[in-house]
């Protein structure tokens, strides 16, 4: 039995050969680059974390592989999890405009807010926020990755956020319900 080092050392010296097969196999599963290195770094870390598990270091190319299927598959399930929340919240979010006496209640500060934010964040909250972009279709349409959007996406609405702080002062801070700045 070898101890932890040595295996490490095994390890690095078996993958890293395999490396650009590893991430073929992946990408042929995700279809990402960026996502699939990110499954790799991940399927590394458990595979460190799980080096005193291994019996038999002859099979440590296999036992990898199943690793990385394993990653693969949680991947797939938090996507589908993350999805189905999603969509509920959209489902409630869009219930609670229902009545024309709701959206009174809404500030309207936004809108003229919303023409001074960065093109691109203005451009964003306009597609995702106040349409129904789909996140896939707008990242595809920018040229940038799905994660790449919701960076952008989460400081589209930081900066509306602090802009609507700004303008509407302690109403920004209850959520802009039933606003007294008009």
């Not at 999890?81 to 979010?93: G, I, L, M, N, P």
């Not at 500060?109 to 926020?129: A, D």
């Not at 302690?170 to 700045?181: F, P, R, S, T, Y």
Request: aromatic share 6%; proline share 3%; hydrophobic share 30%.
């Amino acid at each position: 039995m070898m101890n932890e080092y040595k295996k490490k050392e095994l390890l690095a010296e078996e993958l890293l050969p395999h490396r650009e097969r590893l991430l073929n196999f992946i990408l042929s599963k995700v279809s990402d680059r960026e996502l699939a290195e990110d499954i790799l770094q991940d399927s590394i870390l458990k595979a460190l974390n799980a080096l005193p598990d291994l019996e038999d270091e002859k099979k440590i190319l296999s036992w990898f592989y199943q690793i990385v299927r394993n990653k693969i598959i949680d991947h797939y399930r938090r996507t589908k999890t993350q999805s189905k929340h999603y969509e509920k919240f959209v489902r409630d979010a869009s219930s609670f405009y229902e009545s024309s006496e709701d959206e009174k209640m809404v500030c309207k500060c936004y809108r003229e807010i919303l023409p001074k934010l960065k093109p691109e964040y203005s451009q964003l909250i306009k597609q995702m926020e106040l349409g129904e972009g789909d996140p896939h279709e707008v990242a595809k349409e920018l040229g940038i990755t799905r994660n790449n959007l919701k960076v952008r996406r989460h400081r589209a609405r930081q900066q509306l956020h602090d802009q609507l702080e700004q303008t509407c002062g302690k109403c920004a801070a209850k959520g802009c319900v039933d606003c007294e700045c008009e």
